[in-house]
């Protein structure tokens, strides 16, 4: 059929059990049963064949998906391998309608869907919607535009927690200012968002100097640009930071975008990148109580090839196990790397005030510190770990009321 038959008003949304929003897209203008497939034509010109039994798994009805918990009840498995082709119409408020035909064992089935939904999906290799990658890469230049938000607007608005949030997934960091100087601020300000990962250094963290440290945060010493805990397998995706005194002389944090790095070490020095990609190394933490271990790569890469993840912690990393062929190699790669990431030119600098709180992605940015004097004043910082899971969720919740 075509487009003729269409209202010219704007579609009516089919429940597709999604929340996500997917209304809004080009109104489907034509749609034909072809080949085992249903072929569909929006608007904009965009093409797609549907196999039928993509469209029979993704049904929508109450039958087929649950109309509270919206999962899904139809089991293909249950259905004949090889489907008859329904009856194609386009709906007068623009859905696509197939009617199933009668087959053993099955009454004839009707399926409705979405124009806009389907849209989102018309192409296996278009972005999820949930998850576009939206990182911006930086320099030390942001710090003339800094990502940050009013601890009030966060706590008590949702356009600031989202607002906040949206800031961390761009730039993988985000400030807050002018927050209490409470201890366990930490903890309310992850509980805004999800609840705090636990890790070997408890639900929280206190960073100060201490007598008998277990980790260098512990001390007074300079910290180089890190992430914390790659030597497990899952390390904390964000770490929250809390500034509650600093009074000491020294101890400015830093701040550097890890991933930007990575992308300028494989066009500058490809034979570093490579090393570092494909090596996998030894991180290890002990003390009395634990013994955390595990092996990967410096720079993690995604599906595409591209740098995902960091494991670059030179004081928690272990025994370096190589043949020995490849030790001078590894040690030069690292080293470039290491000058980069230290390089001012990619480092942003700031000192944390108290009440003020830096949050970012442990896997993305790395952080670290300026040595500092203890015998100057109090220096208290308060860490905690958030769930990437947590965090996304939260933001794609809230950015259902503004899309
Ligand atoms: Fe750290």
Not at 14 to 25: C, F, T
Not at 210 to 223: G, R
Not at 295 to 312: A, E, M, T, Y
Request: aromatic share 10%; charged share 25%.
């Amino acid at each position: 059929m075509t487009a003729e038959a269409l209202a010219t008003e704007q579609p009516d949304n089919v429940d597709m059990g999604e929340l996500a929003p997917y209304a809004g897209g080009p109104r489907l203008t034509d749609a034909e049963s072809r080949h085992g497939a249903v072929s569909l034509t929006w608007a904009d010109g965009t093409r797609a064949d549907f196999p039928l039994m993509w469209l029979r798994d993704h049904c929508a009805c109450a039958q087929c998906r649950h109309p509270r918990t919206r999962e899904r009840l139809v089991r293909i498995i249950d259905l004949p391998e090889t489907l008859p082709e329904p009856a194609v119409t386009l709906t007068a408020s623009g859905a696509l309608h197939l009617e199933w035909p009668a087959m053993s064992g099955f009454n004839v089935h009707e399926s409705l869907f979405d124009a806009g939904w389907l849209y989102q999906r018309a192409d296996a290799y278009r972005a999820d919607p949930l998850d576009v990658d939206r990182k911006i890469p930086w320099t030390s230049a942001i710090a003339d535009a800094l990502p940050v938000a009013d601890h009030h607007a966060f706590m008590h608005t949702e356009a600031g927690l989202c607002d906040w949030l949206q800031a961390l997934d761009r730039y993988g960091f985000a400030l807050l200012r002018n927050g209490p100087t409470e201890p366990g601020e930490v903890i309310r300000v992850a509980e805004r968002v999800g609840w705090p990962r636990e890790t070997n250094f408890g639900r929280h963290f206190d960073v100060v100097s201490m007598p008998d440290p277990n980790n260098a945060a512990y001390t007074a010493v300079a910290l180089e640009p890190h992430v914390d805990l790659p030597n497990w397998q899952r390390p904390p995706d964000f770490q929250l930071l809390y500034c509650l005194a600093n009074e000491a002389e020294g101890g400015e944090s830093t701040l550097t975008d890890g991933l930007a790095v990575a992308w300028a070490l494989r066009d500058r020095d490809p034979d570093a990148y490579r090393i570092l990609t494909e090596t996998r190394i030894d991180f290890r933490f002990q003390d009395e109580n634990a013994d955390i271990h595990y092996r990967g790569p410096v720079i993690g890469c995604d599906d595409n090839g591209n740098p995902s993840v960091l494991r670059f912690n030179n004081w928690i990393r272990d025994t370096l196990r190589l043949p020995a062929a490849e030790v001078d190699g590894f040690y030069r790669a690292y080293r470039r790397f290491w000058g980069m990431l230290r390089d001012p030119a990619w480092t942003l600098r700031f000192m944390l005030r108290p009440g003020e709180m830096i949050a970012f992605d442990n896997l993305r940015v790395l952080h670290g510190r300026d040595t500092f004097d203890p015998n100057t004043g109090h220096r208290h910082l308060q860490g905690t770990y958030l769930d990437r899971d947590l965090i996304r969720s939260r933001q794609r919740v809230l950015e259902r009321a503004t899309a």
